[in-house]
């Protein structure tokens, strides 16, 4: 299932024994090398806050605490917060607690300055849209080109895996343990859902899985959300410092990304190379938690 926190501590364990310099660099320290500041955004990306980063440059987040999350909304899957905060030793518990940051863990523990500079990589990192969506875009366009635009040197290999359909696990299908809801995961990352997912009479996508619109990338915390659509061509990031209650979809992100796809194909209609109409509709369809939500509260949906 979806490791959350600790997914981030193997990956850095992997890197610290792979590779390669002899320096057994953490994630990152691997990262702000190799990709950061050849792409220039080493000042406004890190996996451990450095002390000269002033406190003015950093967002503050507005984010629940103690028991509120408790207090049913209908945006988190059924039981997934009572799991975290009541329940440690489940498995939810474990992928959320550890490091165990406070004894009932928030969103706002990561507000904390001391816990900026730890290297927790799936979870304390700072930066811009900007330097997120950068990264992101660096695999588009290594896709793109066939390789001829590669900055950072992604292998034919990493760029399969990042493509490769995701796939049901052997034991639970498509059902995250973690999460309690059905995920597509694979390479670290949330990938497309699989093509036959279901469609209403309407045509409407049932989006019962947590899954990226196309491409790959992942969700995080409080609603942020970054990833690439080689398809459509363009690397996407949003990050918000109040924090929501959606696994995926916060309506904000959402419409932010209605208008982008409707903008896309805008330019795709006009830049002469008849490239073939984007499917708006199943890109932009929302999570089946977040459609609950929004229903209970439509002044949230996207503007028409």
């Known amino acids: 299932g979806y490791m959350a926190v600790m997914l981030g501590f193997y990956e850095s364990a992997i890197v610290q024994l792979t590779e390669g310099s002899g320096r057994e660099r953490t994630l990152g320290q691997y990262l702000h090398d190799e990709a950061f500041v050849p792409l220039g955004i080493d000042r406004e990306l890190y996996i451990g806050l ?23 909304t209908g945006a988190y899957p059924d ?3 009572r799991r975290i905060l009541l329940h440690p030793k489940s498995y939810t518990g474990r992928a959320f607690r550890n490091p165990r940051l406070s004894s009932m863990p928030s969103i706002a523990d990561y507000d904390r300055r001391e816990v900026k500079a730890l290297e927790i990589p799936s979870a304390a990192a700072q930066g811009t849209a900007r330097a997120v969506a950068t990264l992101y875009r660096a695999a588009e366009r290594a896709i793109n080109t066939a390789g ?8 034919d290999e990493a ?6 359909p995701a796939r049901p696990g052997r034991k639970n299908g498509w059902m995250d343990e973690i999460l309690g809801i059905e995920a597509c995961l694979g390479g670290g990352m949330l990938l497309p859902p699989p093509p036959n997912e279901s469609l209403d009479d309407d045509g409407d996508a049932d989006r019962r899985f947590v899954s990226v619109p196309s491409g790959f990338g992942t969700p995080g915390a409080g609603g942020s959300f970054a990833y690439c659509d080689p398809h459509a061509e363009v690397a996407y990031c949003y990050i918000p410092n109040r924090c929501g209650q959606f696994i995926l979809d916060d309506p904000r992100d959402l419409a932010l990304r209605d208008k982008m796809y409707e903008t896309v194909q805008t330019i795709r209609e006009t830049d002469g190379r008849n490239l073939p109409r984007l499917d708006i509709k199943r890109l932009t369809t929302a ?10 509260y439509p002044e949230l949906k996207p503007l028409p």
């Open 148 to 155: 001829t635009d590669n900055p950072l040197g992604l292998s």
């Open 287 to 296: 999570h089946y938690l977040t459609k609950r939500y929004t229903d209970m």
């Open 159 to 164: 760029l399969a895996l990042f493509t490769a």
């Open 79 to 81: 039981g997934f917060m």
């Open 50 to 72: 450095t002390d000269d980063v002033p406190d003015s440059r950093l967002a503050k987040l507005d984010a629940m605490s103690g028991l509120e999350p408790l207090w049913p």
